[in-house]
T-cell receptor, first 115, second 112 residues
Framework: NAGVMQNPRHLVRRRGQEARLRCSPVKGHSHVYWYRQLPEEGLKFMVYLQKENIIDESGMPKERFSAEFPKEGPSILRIQQVVRGDSAAYFCASSPLGDRNTEAFFGQGTRLTVV | TQLLEQSPQFLSIQEGENLTVYCNSSSVFSSLQWYRQEPGEGPVLLVT?????EVKKLKRLTFQFGDARKDSSLHITAAQPGDTGLYLC????????????FGEGTQLTVNP
């Protein structure tokens, strides 16, 4: 998976709690993408960030979800007041460039379970 | 509505057989990528195709991008049990920047 590190690998939260998912991209990659994979479904785009900027958040729910990619440190996907429907695998991908033909490398994902 | 239709959804074959997985759309893609995903893991990139009509080979795997850049196929020759996994196609739409649109995947099982 070309060095994209996600943690934690597994996260269990009770309804109403907050979930924080971290993604460290491949060294030197400044473009980060978050995708969500619901059970029995394909991966769906959520948000695209470049250092300190949100470029495209068209796939992210308007409420409770936020993402950041600070100048220093990992990208964070934050889900407030989690509900059962948020249970899914969340994948981060990184690329060195943000153009359409650049390959994206995925992390191993964080599996969120809301109980 | 699924922008990228993958078929078949499930495929179970015997070792040594050949198979083809298809990825179709009515939209034009700037590039298309094929991934393989194991249970509990993230997608691992197999290949990227960017030119209409392009054919790429990776050992027993042959990838083709349609002339109009709306479809792609993955052909595996002499499948082995180690090829078992979920195969995903994903494309970057000309109108959607660099974010990827994924097909729903083909779950391949190769029986010894």
């Amino acid at each position: 998976n070309a060095g994209v590190m996600q943690n934690p690998r597994h996260l269990v939260r009770r309804r109403g709690q907050e979930a924080r998912l971290r993604c460290s991209p491949v060294k030197g990659h400044s473009h980060v993408y978050w995708y969500r994979q619901l059970p029995e479904e394909g991966l769906k785009f959520m948000v695209y960030l470049q250092k300190e900027n949100i470029i495209d958040e068209s796939g992210m729910p308007k409420e409770r979800f936020s993402a950041e990619f600070p100048k220093e440190g990992p990208s964070i996907l934050r889900i407030q007041q989690v509900v059962r429907g948020d249970s899914a695998a969340y994948f981060c991908a990184s690329s060195p460039l943000g153009d359409r033909n650049t390959e994206a490398f995925f992390g191993q994902g964080t599996r969120l379970t809301v109980v | 509505t699924q922008l990228l239709e993958q078929s078949p959804q499930f495929l179970s074959i015997q070792e040594g057989e050949n198979l083809t997985v298809y990825c179709n759309s009515s939209s034009v893609f700037s590039s298309l990528q094929w991934y393989r995903q194991e249970p509990g893991e993230g997608p691992v990139l197999l290949v990227t195709v960017v030119t209409g009509g392009e054919v790429k080979k990776l050992k027993r795997l042959t990838f083709q991008f349609g002339d109009a850049r709306k479809d792609s196929s993955l052909h595996i020759t002499a499948a082995q049990p180690g090829d078992t996994g979920l195969y995903l196609c994903a494309g970057a739409l000309e109108t959607s920047g660099s974010r990827l649109t994924f097909g729903e995947g083909t779950q391949l099982t190769v029986n010894p």
